[in-house]
């Protein structure tokens, strides 16, 4: 009887310190998903700016640009 509690206990250590590896290596990937996704959106606000500064200053239709033979 004695056994088995022992034999269960060290069996529920074992999963424990399995848990805790695969929570870590979660955190780690959480954590580097986070500042790629803070990488992301600094260069889509940058780009936003770019286009915003090369934009020109009034909005054109597509309609206005007519092509050539019309």
Same mark, same amino acid.
């Given at each position: 009887?004695?056994?088995?509690?022992?034999?269960? &206990?060290?069996? $529920?250590?074992?999963?424990?310190?399995?848990?805790?590896?695969? +929570?870590? *290596?979660?955190?780690?990937?959480?954590? %580097?998903?986070?500042?790629? &996704?803070?990488? $992301?959106?600094?260069?889509?606000?940058?780009?936003?700016?770019? +286009?915003? *500064?090369?934009?020109?200053?009034?909005? %054109?239709?597509?309609?206005?640009?007519?092509?050539?033979?019309?």
């Amino acid at each position: 009887m004695e056994t088995q509690l022992h034999a269960r &206990i060290t069996e $529920l250590e074992v999963k424990a310190t399995f848990a805790d590896d695969l +929570l870590d *290596a979660l955190n780690a990937t959480v954590y %580097r998903q986070q500042q790629q &996704i803070d990488r $992301l959106l600094r260069e889509v606000r940058e780009l936003r700016e770019q +286009l915003a *500064a090369s934009a020109p200053a009034e909005a %054109r239709s597509l309609r206005d640009e007519l092509p050539p033979h019309y």
